[in-house]
């Protein structure tokens, strides 16, 4: 999907994903940093103050005032964790040039961004203090809303447990209490050295010159000192020794019993689309085995649903139940697999699953922050392949193919959050 690629800087490309299909164009900003309990506050602050004013515009306000410039243009901050990778910094969408009547929207929106990048408002210094301090308000709010969804506190902790002792537990936007501890001085730190040491990855989809757009990006690097470090590849666990059980009790109206597993296969191994059609079959959509059999016919999950992230080689499986069912409803999801570990797959799931994955490979060509997505996450496990191509590997696989994906995986962890009322 890739068109051109441009070697920016020391660790720094620019790589372009030409395409006609839509009025707006979209470009990303990435810092491609080591995932670690050390520096994942910092990481998703750093966008956070670097939104917040710059030196050409010492305000919020005024930045907002210059994107309603440029034809309603949008900057939004980015924080992902991908495996041992934490990708942080820019997502910016703006009017393709076609429609602006002579306005080289794409340029003003890069010379916005690299204002914010380059040259932040800065006092004595490091930061504004108020400005940090504000910023650390949000962040705060932000972790602690994820505590209050207990779904998604109930994810956390079952990760944080299952791999207390990998890069694979930490969370992409830190610890409240790391938070608390941050300064304007030690955040500028954190600043300079993602801007020094950390490998860069530009992307921009659309339709542009992409010759200029390199230039500029170009211009604003010379002078900064770079020195990058890669991401290096942390060992990924490939089955469970025993299986773990951890309970927690919280004022909850609704138990929350989430499961992880060892996937058992190794991202080079290019599984992706057999590990993508296993979980359509398990827990990944409205027609999969946990959905209509635990959720619909057993009656057991308030919802009921499986999560692959295939970098770390991990697998959840999240539900709300009813406390007294946690012992029943975590043997029916592990029958579920049971099930596809013995090839018990219906003609009609198996072609649902393949028509629903074959759809949403091709629909990702129908935007531009999907294709985007689709090609840098593949990119960093070495992967270079499309949706087209991705489609027809689906078209030919079998029941046996996602039976032996099944039959590596293993249970690793059981968490409970449990209402304190409940036996």
């Known amino acids: 999907m890739i068109t051109k690629s441009f070697q920016i800087a020391d660790g720094v490309k620019l790589h ?25 506050h910092f990481n998703a602050m750093i966008p956070l103050i670097l939104m917040r004013a710059c030196e050409k515009y010492p305000s919020q306000a005024e930045i907002n005032k210059r994107l309603q410039f440029l034809y309603s243009g949008d900057i939004a ?9 934490q990708i942080f910094g820019f997502k910016a969408n703006m009017l393709n040039d ?12 890069v010379d916005l961004l690299c204002e914010m990048v380059f040259k932040p408002y800065l006092k004595d210094g490091a930061f504004d203090k108020e400005f940090t301090k504000g910023e650390k308000l949000n962040l705060i709010d932000t972790i602690e809303a994820e505590v209050n969804n207990k779904g998604q506190y109930a ?33 500028y730190d954190a600043y300079k050295n993602a801007l020094q040491n950390d490998i860069i990855e530009i992307y921009f989809v659309g339709k542009a010159d992409i010759e200029s757009v390199a230039l500029a990006f170009k211009k604003r ?29 919280e004022k909850v109206n609704q138990g929350k019993l989430v499961l992880g ?8 191994e290019n599984q992706y689309h057999l590990i993508q059609l296993f979980n359509e079959v398990y827990g990944g959509s409205p027609t999969a085995k946990l959905f209509l059999n635990v959720r619909e016919k057993m009656s057991l999950c308030y919802y009921c649903r499986s999560l692959i992230n295939q970098r770390s080689g991990i697998m959840l ?34 072609e649902s699953a393949k028509k629903s994955i074959r759809n949403g490979y091709l629909a990702i060509y129908d935007g531009a922050e999907a294709m985007e997505t689709w090609v840098f996450f593949r990119g960093i496990c070495g992967i270079y392949t499309t949706p087209i191509i991705e489609s027809e590997k689906i078209e030919n696989a079998t029941i046996d193919d996602v039976k032996a994906v099944a039959n590596k995986i293993t249970l690793d962890t059981v968490y409970f959050l449990k209402g304190e009322d409940e036996k």
């Open 221 to 249: 690097f010379e002078g900064v000192e770079r020195t990058p470090k890669a991401v290096q590849p942390v060992e990924i666990k490939m089955s469970a020794d025993n299986v773990k059980e951890v309970v927690d009790t």
């Open 261 to 268: 597993f060892r996937l058992g296969y190794h991202y080079s």
């Open 317 to 350: 499986v999240s539900s709300g139940i009813e406390s007294k069912n946690k012992d029943i409803a975590r043997d029916a999801i592990l029958e579920q697999l049971e099930m596809i570990k013995r090839g018990e797959i219906t003609e009609e799931e198996f």
């Open 98 to 109: 076609r429609y602006t009547q002579g306005t080289d929207v794409t340029g003003e929106m």
């Open 155 to 187: 994810v956390k902790r079952l990760k944080s447990e299952m791999c207390k002792d990998e890069v694979f537990g930490v969370s992409k936007m830190g610890e409240v209490e790391d938070v608390k501890k941050i300064t304007e001085k030690s955040l």
């Open 16 to 40: 372009y994903i030409e395409t006609d299909k839509f009025k707006t164009n979209y470009f990303s900003f990435n810092f491609v940093a080591p995932l670690s309990r050390e520096n994942a």
């Open 77 to 85: 901050a980015r924080n992902d964790a991908f495996g041992e990778y």
